[in-house]
């Protein structure tokens, strides 16, 4: 997926057109970390890992970063910080300004169907628009198909936070081959039922019927991303926390 050794950037830093994919088709897809300048060059705004995806057409930097800066397209974890006349205003993180989620963007809402979501709730929602000159904008459905494919608010469970790397692991459609992230696998595997939803501004929501459940899916999760833990050592934490919890 990746160049094949890792390549380093630092802001501004003018990024070799050879490494940049291109597809007949499918246009380039930009991600956390970069930033086109017209016509044609590209250049990262953090300093991290280039990170090349030949196969979607897509690049990003890999960064830990403290500060989540909002992309296109990003999932994200949110809170709702108020609600406006059209739209709710949306914390997503400390360090970064509140995004606008339009009251009518989620699955088969009008004006009397909406969702009511009250000061502190949580959503699950996709950055619509991000541009250094707007707010971001969120959406908690699918633009084409009208379906929230998942998206929408977040009831009960527990949030935790995680390095903004860790969570860009968790979001891999290969994250146990491309991620070396198996922590969730190895805690299915034990018999804990529980559903995750991954932000990527460094949160991970995590429900269950069981609250001894929720704890250990997010203790692992952070000791998995705090102690930067390979695989087997992963599975080595699973079944310590399981065979404490029962």
Not at 109 to 117: D, H, I, N, V
């Amino acid at each position: 997926m990746s160049t094949e050794s890792p390549l380093v950037v630092l802001p501004g830093e003018a990024i070799d057109p050879s490494l940049i994919p291109t597809h007949k088709k499918n246009p380039l897809r930009l991600g956390p970390g970069l930033r086109h300048i017209p016509p044609s060059e590209i250049v990262p705004t953090v300093a991290g890992q280039l990170v090349v995806d030949h196969r979607k057409t897509s690049m990003w930097i890999e960064y830990n970063g403290g500060r989540y800066i909002p992309s296109q397209g990003d999932l994200i974890i949110g809170q709702i910080a108020r609600s406006a006349t059209d739209f709710y205003y949306v914390s997503l993180s400390p360090y970064t300004p509140n995004a606008t989620l339009p009251h009518l963007a989620f699955e088969s809402a009008t004006k009397k169907t909406r969702p009511q979501l009250a000061s502190g709730e949580l959503v699950y929602a996709r950055v619509s628009l991000a541009n250094r000159h707007m707010d971001p904008e969120l959406e908690c459905v699918n633009s084409s198909t009208g379906k929230s494919d998942g998206l929408g608010p977040l009831k009960d469970g527990m949030v935790f936070d995680v390095s903004l790397g860790f969570a860009r692991r968790l979001l891999m459609a290969k994250s146990r081959e491309e991620g070396k992230v198996e922590v969730l696998e190895a805690l299915g595997e034990e018999g804990l039922a529980f559903e995750t939803a991954v932000g990527r501004n460094g949160k991970v929501w995590v429900g269950s019927e069981s609250v001894k459940a929720v704890v250990v899916v997010g203790r692992a999760l952070r000791e998995t991303d705090e102690r930067g833990l390979g695989v087997e050592a992963q599975r080595k934490l699973v079944k310590k926390l399981v065979r404490e919890m029962r």
